[in-house]
């Protein structure tokens, strides 16, 4: 904050000078007192000039609204999210969250940074000058994940660049989105950036999925400062005990869910557990879980649904936030000197928003949404991402062993959450080990660089009885990921997919059932959140109703983070199966019979 506006504020509060707009009569949810308060909140030059009781001093002001009783909250924070898993741009990301009382977020872009390197978080970062939202840098981690031995990723981040993003003004931490393992193991550059940022004093986030004891501890004296990652009641005590933030990020079938919360809250009523450390957060949200369910408003409401709090919940959703970002500075609470970033409510626990107000400006009232002029097109290299080696064929994604083989042991990888491996023996056929019912064909295609890579496994727990189903959304390279039941159909999804410019795909029989494309780095759509997210929801319906995959919560995300090799047992790339604890590829055949490697080259 500037020396004028500083003295602005001041005069303002003394009564010497007008306000640009006087908030009267609102019921406050005072995040540092946990009170409700019946204030006037006075506002000058896009911050908070006075927070005083109502009626109590008759405030000059160019404007004035009464907000006859409701209620206000700070804006809602999200200290973690990657905008791309919304599906579309951050213009209508921002056009679904500002609504639900968004008014910041962190905003990691390593699926960007993945495919298009450090161009293509530039264009993220440029096209959020563009929307009222407040989109803050959390700087990838590590891009890419994994050296071209475990896998192939078009981006790459160096570690001057790195350092570059930090010193950016918008950048408030360095994301922890890898492998543990590189801290655990003492990796000169991880911990270069650990330094670099400490010195700046910005947040070390980290992703330790699966440390604990000795390990943990090693983890925090590292200088990592929060997780996301918790799964169970006991990871987040033993994280809080050791001064790590908990990020909560809550989807049912996947970390925490509804009944973890509850026993949070029953932990917090029977011994007063501190709770200052907690964080709301989304990590990713899919357009029709957005629009059916909410983003932070959902996660405030189902808090306060199991036993939370309300003062609390709304807490984690904006003090904690802040402070955990060390923004605290500017925001978090509705208080002198802070922006002028709030929430008007109707009711509390339900989490119904009236209006969100950004820097002074309401940017949501009355049912509308304000965007405001400007607007943002991303150039056309950023939408020709997807190139083949060449055409692919049924052959491409078959596993071969000896012809007089009739069966074989495979190692497969479960979608349950957290994923694992387990050993599974299938029908062999004329030398093809054949997927079945429980396991289908899992096959990762390079799509970026046109190096013909294809790593060839097998998946459990989506059990697709017939068809195919591919994306170019495969955490974290990015690259084509391949489930079917039928080889052919693999084939013409994938070459129909790389036709589109990527996105998701069904194919059964040879006919194209659903395509949703996601042109802007083969992640995300310009189209309306809408329009997108009834794609996904039909996406859904027919990988349940047509393709026999039984009913599972976070379907998606159990199939576009199946890959992914930074948390728990194993991952999947164009190399082939990865383990991740010895950071390996591992043969997806076990039999020492097979001849053909799971990893074809083209």
């Known amino acids: ?11 303002v509060a003394q009564g010497r000078a007008p306000a640009d707009l006087v908030l009267a009569n609102g019921r406050l949810l005072n995040v540092h007192t946990r009170e409700l308060l019946h ?8 911050r908070i000039a006075a927070v005083a009781k109502a009626g109590d001093h008759a405030w000059q002001a160019s404007a004035r609204r009464d907000l006859e009783g409701r209620f206000v909250s700070p804006g809602f924070m999200d200290p973690h999210i990657h905008i791309e898993g919304s599906l579309v741009t951050t213009t209508e990301f921002a056009r679904a969250v500002v609504p639900r009382g968004v008014t910041l977020v ?18 993220m970062m440029e096209e959020a000058k563009a929307v009222p939202l407040r989109v803050l840098l959390r700087v990838p ?9 475990l896998e192939t990723s078009n981006g790459e981040v160096t570690l001057d660049d790195t350092a570059a993003l930090l010193a950016l003004p918008e950048a408030v931490c360095l994301a922890g989105d890898y492998n543990p393992q590189w801290i655990l193991r003492g990796d000169g550059e991880q911990l270069a950036k650990v330094d670099f940022t400490s010195k700046l004093n910005k947040t070390v986030s ?9 390990s943990l501890c090693g983890y925090v004296a590292a200088g990592l400062e929060d997780s996301h990652v918790a799964s169970s009641l006991d990871e987040i005590i033993e994280n809080q005990c050791l001064g790590l933030r908990t990020s909560l990020v809550m989807r049912q079938g996947r970390r925490l869910g509804r009944e973890h919360v509850r026993e949070l809250a029953e932990l917090i009523r029977k011994t007063g557990f501190e709770t200052r450390f907690i964080q709301l957060s989304t990590d990713e949200v899919y357009p029709h879980d957005l629009i059916s369910e909410g983003h932070l408003d959902q996660r405030i409401r189902m808090c306060v649904e199991e036993g939370i709090d309300v003062a609390t919940a709304y807490q984690w959703a904006t003090l904690n936030v802040a402070e955990g970002l060390r923004i605290d500075r500017d925001f978090g609470s509705v208080s002198p000197g802070k922006y002028a970033d709030l929430v008007v409510l109707d009711n509390l626990e339900k989490v ?3 209006a969100t107000m950004i820097g002074g400006e309401f940017r949501y009232e009355g049912g509308r949404y304000k965007a405001g002029a400007a607007s943002y097109a991303y150039p056309a290299a950023a939408c020709d991402t997807i190139r083949l080696a060449r055409k692919l064929q049924p052959e491409d994604f078959q596993i071969r062993v000896g012809a007089d083989q009739c069966s074989v042991q495979v190692r497969a990888i479960i979608t349950d959450a957290p994923k694992r491996q387990e050993d599974a023996t299938l029908q062999v056929r004329q030398g093809v080990v054949m997927p079945d019912d429980t396991y289908s064909s899992l096959a990762m295609v390079e799509c970026h660089r046109g190096n013909g890579n294809i790593g060839l496994a097998f998946v459990g727990g989506l059990h697709l009885e017939r068809g195919a189903i591919a994306s170019t959304v495969s955490h974290d390279a990015h690259n084509m990921l391949l489930i079917g039941a039928s080889h052919s159909d693999m084939a013409v999804a994938a070459n129909r997919l790389a036709e589109i410019g990527g996105g998701y795909i069904i194919v059964l029989d040879g006919n194209v059932l659903l395509e949703l494309a996601l042109p802007v780095a083969g992640l995300m759509s310009s189209d309306r959140i809408e329009d997108v997210a009834a794609k996904v929801a039909e996406f859904e319906r027919i990988l349940f109703g047509t393709l026999g995959c039984p009913m599972a919560s976070q379907i998606m995300m159990r199939f576009n983070g199946l890959s992914m090799a930074n948390a728990a047992s194993c991952g999947f790339s164009d190399r082939g199966l990865i383990d991740s604890a010895s950071m390996q590829i591992v043969d997806a055949v076990v039999a020492s019979s097979m001849d053909h490697m799971s990893v074809a080259q083209g």
């Open 141 to 149: 981690g590590r891009i890419p994940g994994y050296g071209e031995a």
């Open 352 to 354: 119904d928003v009236s």
């Open 106 to 123: 962190a905003h990691d872009p390593h699926e960007i940074g993945n495919v298009l390197g450090l161009a293509g978080i530039r264009l």
């Open 39 to 46: 204030v006037d909140i006075v506002i000058r030059s896009g």
């Open 206 to 214: 980290g992703q330790p999925a699966g440390v604990r004891g000795r």
């Open 1 to 11: 904050m500037d020396g004028s506006i500083r003295k602005s504020l001041i005069d």
